[in-house]
Nanobody, 123 residues
């Protein structure tokens, strides 16, 4: 069982930056592929970024070049650095984990989820 706790959300002006963190419990963090998803009001949850245990990364097109996912295995933590934020980035951001090698983009393939952290970007 893995427990995930996100932090770092908040209110920021357009063009600003935030860094989200996701702390994971358990001693096998290095075996997990980690992902970030987001869900805006009235919309489905969508993929943002993922990083495999081998540090292969994937990004959705809307965030590519602006967001960076990274992991610190010594701290059991995954990060999402978000730069050049836009109002359309406003959403609840969720951390997810899957015990598999490949970084993937679909919610169904992730086994564990955090409670989410709100990110609001004002124009």
């Amino acid at each position: 069982q893995v427990q995930l706790v996100e932090s770092g959300g908040g209110l920021v002006q357009a063009g600003g930056s935030l860094r989200l963190s996701c702390a994971a419990s358990g001693r096998t963090f290095t075996s997990y592929t980690m992902g970030w998803f987001r869900q805006a009001p009235g919309k489905e949850r969508e993929f943002v970024a993922a990083i495999s245990w081998g540090r292969t990364t994937l990004y959705s097109d809307p965030v590519k070049g602006r967001f960076t996912i990274s992991r610190d295995n010594a701290k059991n933590t995954v990060y999402l650095q978000m730069n050049s934020l836009k109002p359309e980035d406003t959403a609840v951001y969720y951390c997810a984990a899957r015990r598999a090698i490949a970084a993937v983009t679909t919610t169904e393939q992730y086994d564990y989820w955090g409670q989410g952290t709100q990110v609001t970007v004002s124009s």
